[in-house]
């Protein structure tokens, strides 16, 4: 299995704050790396495909980075609504796995 | 735009099969690629399986002694069977399509999630 880590487990920001998380794979995935926002009680919703390709509809201050085992997520000024869980996901192999997620909590 | 609705019972008692199904409406289940994802509690993300329309079918290891999963083009449903069901089997189990480019796999859409506590 391709293990998937995150940093940081939780983090505290404040509206208007640049926010990076980060995720690392055990082996190298090329590009093949997602980005998921989750809220409480909500199902996953995809914002970043293929390590920098913003999903439509998912606003520009949203950004993703990285190759090989290596990538972020960024945001580049925190909203209100952008408080959640974010995951990573692999899909380099099909057995594919997500990171253990990063909550964003208010400041 | 596609949607997905998951169904099926909210409480299976141990050691017996949980049963779900995911209706995709506003589009074929054609030529996707269709998953099922579950949550514990409180807990991170696991891919349990994939079915293509065709019947093509990949497990995640984990589980694949115990899950089986069928597509039903004529209904646009796919289903998911847990067999041996424990307390570690509680979660919100979502169904998903898979979308496929040069950039990979991702999960998109999302069913809403159903929750699934393994009881007596």
């Known amino acids: 299995d391709i293990q998937m880590t995150q940093s940081p487990a939780s983090l505290t920001a404040s509206v208007g704050d640049r926010v990076t998380i980060t995720c690392r794979a055990s082996q190298s995935i090329s590009s093949y790396l997602n980005w998921y926002q989750q809220k409480p009680g909500k199902a996953p919703k995809v914002l970043i495909y293929?390590?920098?390709s913003l999903q439509s509809g998912v606003p520009s201050r949203f950004s993703g980075s990285g190759s090989e085992t290596d990538f972020t997520l960024t945001i580049s000024s925190l909203q209100p609504e952008d408080f959640a869980t974010y995951y990573c996901q692999q899909s380099y192999s099909t057995l594919f796995t997500f990171g253990p997620g990063t909550k964003v909590d208010i400041k | 735009q596609v949607q997905l609705q998951e169904s099926g019972p909210g409480l299976v008692r141990p050691s017996e099969t949980l049963s779900l199904t995911c209706t995709v409406s506003?589009?074929?289940?054609?030529?996707?690629?269709w998953s099922w994802i579950r949550q514990p509690p409180g807990k991170g993300l696991e891919w349990i399986a994939y079915i293509y329309y065709s019947g093509t079918t990949n497990y995640n290891p984990s589980l694949k002694s115990r899950v089986t999963i069928s597509v039903d083009t004529s209904k646009n449903q796919f289903s998911l069977k847990l067999s041996s069901v424990t307390a570690a089997d509680t979660a919100v189990y979502y169904c998903?399509?898979?979308?496929?480019?040069?950039?990979?796999?991702?999960?998109?859409?999302w069913g809403q999630g159903t929750l699934v506590t393994v009881s007596s």
């Open positions: 293929g390590a920098s």
């Open positions: 506003g589009g074929s289940i054609g030529t996707y690629y």
């Open positions: 998903a399509r898979q979308s496929r480019d040069f950039g990979g796999t991702w999960f998109d859409p």
